[in-house]
């Protein structure tokens, strides 16, 4: 047989995919992989009921239907400040993942340097690397998970082409401050960088903080590639829905991406998904009480057992220190395994998410409703017996 791709070899599976595995085979409670057990708006359930049986059920136009691309730039154009046109600056996509994925395809030649910060998503490496690009790492320093900008621009003087940017991010449940996007941006405009960005928490965002979109920034728009997704802000992960929004000299290299790559999205979901892109704003402040709700329980629920963590400013993620219920020489992708097993309660070790050598950091997520939260919480009281 001759030699396969070289790439696998320099990244792991998804240890976040794992763990949801490890929970169904031990009936635990899966706080590791990010979907809610609750359901999505009334709105969609009722527009997709409707369009099961009147279509469309066949093709799409490849770049997205017209009314769902309209929609995503109505929205857009209120975020940005500025008129998104839905026929040359939208793309509809299978997730942010595909978003990221063609964007990536689109901008990289092999060999280029992509910044990203650490923690990060793990899909983030892995797709830099299917580019036969370099990725680079600055380090969001915990507890707080601030970043230095002198570190920031030596990644960028030694050569980047693009950084990165999970906004809120995921796992730190960081929400980027403007002084903080604006360094970011100022960096990226004086390095001549693209900025690619990854908003799919962008409604869940908490309390003294602020969602700041890098498109909307002065100079910016013409190097910043948004990718999103419908999946967090209406509970509809298994839809599989994205968007990716760009000036048009880079989104017709991304179109090029997606029209091989994909062909087209699910054409009936499409159709119901624009009911809930055309949702009143009540519903925005209802969804971020919702989450500020399960926050809250949860955050409270650590401080009672006496966890170490770092309440997120956004997301619906907690990461957790947990080295003090570890036994030594355990390795965290151990401990969450064994965790799965004698809690059960399934969370992801931190070696997914961190550049840096971690131990004990785990990330779980509260997107679940309260008997969920209470019972994990209530398994969770048993941590010390980890040590036995």
Same mark, same amino acid.
């Given at each position: 047989m001759q030699q396969m791709s070289t790439r696998n070899p320099k990244f792991n599976s998804s240890l976040i995919r794992m763990m949801t595995r490890v929970a169904l085979e031990n009936d635990a409670i899966n706080l590791a992989q990010g #979907? !809610?057990?609750f359901d999505p708006p009334k709105q969609l359930l009722d527009r997709l009921a409707q369009v099961s049986y009147n279509g469309p059920h066949q093709y799409p136009i490849t770049f997205g239907a017209v009314n769902y691309r309209r929609a995503v730039a109505a929205k857009c154009s209120e975020h940005f400040g500025r008129t998104v046109d839905p026929d040359t600056e939208v793309l509809a996509t299978i997730g942010s993942t595909e978003a990221m994925v063609d964007t990536l395809f689109a901008l990289t030649n092999p060999g280029d340097r992509v910044v990203m910060f650490s923690p990060f998503f793990e899909n983030y490496?892995?797709?830099?690397? =299917?580019c036969d690009c370099e990725p680079v790492f600055v380090p969001l320093i915990p507890p707080t998970y601030r970043f230095d900008a002198n570190v920031l621009e030596e990644e960028f003087k030694k050569g980047a082409k693009a950084i990165?940017? +999970? %906004?809120?991010? %995921? !796992?730190?449940?960081?929400? #980027?401050t403007?002084?903080?996007m604006t360094v970011i941006a100022d960096l990226c405009k004086k390095y001549d960088? =693209? +900025?690619?960005t990854d908003e799919v928490y962008e409604y869940i965002v908490y309390e003294g903080h602020k969602m700041v979109y890098m498109a909307s920034l002065p100079g910016m728009w013409e190097r910043t590639i948004s990718c999103n997704s419908l999946s967090k802000t209406y509970s509809i992960t298994g839809w599989r829905l994205g968007y990716v929004t760009a000036c048009k000299q880079i989104m017709d290299r991304i179109k090029q991406y997606h029209? =091989? %790559?994909t062909v087209g999205n699910p054409a009936p979901l499409m159709e119901a998904a624009v009911t809930g892109l055309t949702l009143p704003d009540s519903y925005y402040e209802e969804f971020t009480a919702h989450y500020t709700h399960m926050k809250d329980? #949860? +955050?409270n629920g650590f401080r009672s057992i006496g966890i170490p963590f770092t309440e997120p400013e956004g997301t619906y993620f907690v990461l957790a220190d947990m080295s003090p219920f570890m036994k030594k020489d355990q390795t965290d992708e151990e401990f969450c395994v064994a965790m799965a097993k004698k809690l059960g309660v399934a969370v992801v070790p931190g070696s997914s998410f961190f550049n840096e050598p971690v131990h004990g950091i785990v990330r779980l997520h509260f997107a679940k409703v309260d008997d969920t939260l209470n019972e994990a919480?209530?398994?969770?009281?048993n941590i010390r017996k980890m040590l036995d």
């Open positions: #979907f !809610p057990d490496k892995a797709q830099t690397i =299917f990165i940017l +999970c %906004n809120p991010a %995921n !796992p730190s449940g960081r929400v #980027f403007l002084e903080e960088v =693209f +900025c690619i029209d =091989f %790559n329980l #949860f +955050c919480l209530n398994r969770l009281q």
